[in-house]
T-cell receptor, first 114, second 113 residues
Framework: DVKVTQSSRYLVKRTGEKVFLECVQDMDHENMFWYRQDPGLGLRLIYFSYDVKMKEKGDIPEGYSVSREKKERFSLILESASTNQTSMYLC?????????????FGSGTRLTVV | GDSVTQMEGPVTLSEEAFLTINCTYTATGYPSLFWYVQYPGEGLQLLLKATKADDKGSNKGFEATYRKETTSFHLEKGSVQVSDSAVYFCALNSGGSNYKLTFGKGTLLTVNP
């Protein structure tokens, strides 16, 4: 069964810490995405990557960065965690083959910044 | 730009009731349309999709028809079960160089026994 795996289901971090959220997919997908999900706001795209070492900003990139050194791995980095970054973070991947391609999502990481 | 509007929730139904969750969209070109479902504590799963006008996507008793004339993709199920309780997201992909999905805000469905 193909999968997108997020390294942690729950994380608690302190304000000011540097936080790494890891995502690995085993489907040889070109595209990978990071979203955050908040009540009443739905899903908001933070960053995405369409190839190794390539990245593009999404709708809310401020306070975040990403790294994609290998095709299967896409990391989200919170440079200095703040309480307003408490959220559910969802990683997804997709093929690079046209508009009919949906996403495969990971199970999510619920991050709490205290 | 692209946008998706879903009916606001929460929606509460009794088991075996008929379900409709409305979804309309704005997009350039000819988008593909999707419904995703998120069960409690989990990530999103693709429920069904349609890639061109008049296509009907279906899965697990759910259906949605791509209506270009009304720019809609309403989700329906004839008889819901308690296990259908989840958040449902409508989404579109209008192509381009990066294949981003644009999501609606989600509709929480609760089905009571």
């Amino acid at each position: 069964d193909v999968k997108v795996t997020q390294s942690s289901r729950y994380l608690v971090k302190r304000t000011g810490e540097k936080v790494f959220l890891e995502c690995v997919q085993d489907m040889d997908h070109e595209n990978m995405f990071w979203y955050r999900q908040d009540p009443g706001l739905g899903l908001r795209l933070i960053y995405f990557s369409y190839d190794v070492k390539m990245k593009e900003k999404g709708d809310i990139p401020e306070g975040y960065s990403v790294s994609r050194e290998k095709k299967e791995r896409f990391s989200l980095i919170l440079e200095s965690a703040s309480t307003n970054q408490t959220s559910m973070y969802l990683c997804a991947s997709s093929l690079f083959v046209g508009t009919g391609t949906g996403y495969t999502f990971g199970s999510g990481t619920r991050l709490t910044v205290v | 730009g692209d946008s998706v509007t879903q009916m606001e929730g929460p929606v509460t139904l009794s088991e075996e009731a008929f379900l409709t969750i409305n979804c309309t969209y704005t997009a350039t070109g000819y988008p593909s349309l999707f419904w995703y479902v998120q069960y409690p504590g989990e990530g999103l799963q693709l429920l069904l999709k349609a890639t061109k006008a008049d296509d009907k996507g279906s899965n697990k008793g759910f259906e949605a028809t791509y209506r270009k004339e009304t720019t809609s993709f309403h989700l329906e199920k004839g008889s819901v079960q308690v296990s259908d309780s989840a958040v449902y997201f409508c989404a579109l992909n209008s192509g381009g160089s990066n294949y981003k999905l644009t999501f609606g805000k989600g509709t929480l469905l609760t089905v009571n026994p």
